[in-house]
């Protein structure tokens, strides 16, 4: 990983579905550093679907990362944006301050996060079918990732920041 690369923050997305690790690999990083879906710990993320974003969900992301930008303060995103136009806000954030926007894509095999969501108490279970969607799109954005403006792009394996 970038450790403090550069004179400017970092902007590091997390990117995978539900179960595949952002939140066991985000906690590499201080607490105080990274950014989660609201206050109530939930599946997936504010938005368990597949799609884009809800607006208001992701204007709040915008609106807090940008503070934290702004402050010079590294940010670290745990959050299943599946969406390149949700990732495009974000990337645009980072370039106006100036932080270098890495992404660390999640290298859980599908059927092993669909394992770990099946375990998970009925509250915080998805349905199968939104992991899959969830993965299919993750991982159909990777190749693009670069071209979308991320400075590097990293495959974690086995879910861990220090795989
Ligand atoms: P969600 O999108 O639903 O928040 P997530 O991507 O944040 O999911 P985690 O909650 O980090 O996923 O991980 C899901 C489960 O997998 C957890 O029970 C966690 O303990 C386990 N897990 C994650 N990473 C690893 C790992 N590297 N080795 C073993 N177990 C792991
Ligand atoms: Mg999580």
């Not at 690369?5 to 690790?21: E, I, K, R």
């Not at 890495?102 to 992991?131: D, I, K, S, Y």
């Not at 990732?145 to 920041?161: K, N």
């Amino acid at each position: 990983l970038p450790d403090g690369a550069g004179p400017g923050p970092l902007l590091v997305l997390l990117l995978g579905p539900a179960g595949s690790g952002k939140s066991t690999a985000a906690a590499a990083w201080p607490e105080a550093d990274v950014v989660t879906p609201g206050a109530v710990p939930g599946p997936a993320a504010w938005w368990p679907s597949p799609g884009a974003t809800p607006l208001r969900e992701l204007h709040a992301l915008v609106t807090e990362v940008e503070g934290r930008l702004a402050r010079g303060r590294t940010c670290v995103v745990d959050a299943a944006l599946t969406e390149g136009a949700d990732r495009a806000r974000l990337l645009a954030v980072a370039e106006r301050y100036g932080a270098l926007p890495v992404a660390l894509v999640m290298g859980t095999p599908l059927g092993l996060c669909l394992e770990r969501n099946a375990a998970r108490p009925p509250h915080r279970r998805l349905p199968g079918g939104t992991v899959r969607a969830q993965y299919a799109r993750t991982r159909d954005a990777v190749p693009g990732l670069r071209a979308e403006g991320f400075a590097r792009v990293e495959i974690l394996h086995g879910g861990s920041a220090h795989g």
